[in-house]
């Protein structure tokens, strides 16, 4: 202590040089905990309820080594496929049912593990899936609320390889007026975690004939099987409901656009 005080807290320069990368050190700490706590708290897949969940039709369930899931239809050749990104901070294994009910209607699907569970670490992950699969020739993307926008960041600087964009309780802040891209935008009229200001603002980059369907009862946490969310809305409709419901309203679209 006696020749700290000599050499460092003695020395005015010292000192004020002591200080200071004690300071800085003590910040990086404080973000760096914060940070891991921040991506450490997510919402997890109801496991229960997922393998509860069953399709008329069979579907075969593959994952990959880089940790996302393929849901590809057996008793049809699939010729649409639909790429998709989970909502932030949301467990990826949560919207298997959604994919699944999808792919019992005919399309592939391709459900995306993200970094940290968050899409805005890897916007480019949909890169080189569509050439794994030859045989699809129509290829759409999407994803639920920050999966959602991601997806439309990525889709505006790709459109050329894709017929169109679902967006589930989210908005594209990139704009595809002239993208040539058809769009399909879903959300639950008792959503409270979707920012409507936000969206309204944004409708303006959608294209002119964009559809649009409301789940009368719906929220937004439901079209995955997560649970409940802070600040969310109460739903009239069951979580299986606005699944199903959502998944018949994108195979609708995606089936429609594939044979124009």
């Known amino acids: 202590m006696n020749k700290f005080k ?5 020395d005015k320069k010292r000192r004020a040089l002591f200080l200071t990368l004690t300071s800085i050190l003590l910040v990086l700490v404080i973000l760096f905990t914060a940070g891991a706590i921040y991506l450490g708290t997510y919402y997890r897949a109801d496991d229960e309820a997922i393998a509860s969940f069953t399709v008329e039709a ?5 994952k990959t080594k880089d940790g996302n899931w393929i849901f590809t239809p057996t008793e ?36 995306i593990e993200m970094p940290f569970r968050l899409a805005i670490f890897d916007v480019n992950a949909a890169d080189g899936i569509a050439e794994k699969y030859p045989e699809v020739t129509s290829w759409y993307i999407g994803g639920h609320s920050l999966g959602g926008s991601m997806a439309a960041s990525y889709v505006s600087k790709n459109s050329d390889e894709f ?7 989210s908005y594209s802040t990139d704009n595809l007026q002239n993208s040539g891209l058809r769009v399909l935008s879903i959300y639950g009229d008792k959503d409270e975690v979707l920012n409507e200001k936000a969206y309204e603002k944004n409708l303006s980059n959608l294209p002119d ?5 409301i789940l009368k009862g719906g929220n937004h946490a439901y079209f995955g099987m997560y649970g409940e969310q802070s600040g969310d809305g109460k739903a009239t409709l069951t979580n299986e409901e606005q699944i199903r419901q959502t998944a ?6 995606i089936l429609r656009g594939s044979i124009v």
């Open 6 to 10: 000599e050499k460092i807290w003695n």
């Open 58 to 62: 069979e579907v075969k369930e593959e």
């Open 76 to 111: 049809t050749q699939p010729t649409a496929g639909f790429i998709f990104y989970p909502g932030g901070k949301v467990e990826h294994d949560a919207y298997k049912p959604l994919m699944r009910e999808l792919a019992s209607k005919g399309v592939l699907c391709v459900l």
């Open 163 to 169: 017929k169109g964009l679902v967006l589930l309780a």
């Open 209 to 213: 004939d964009c559809e649009m369907y």
């Open 248 to 253: 018949a309203s994108i195979a609708q679209f």
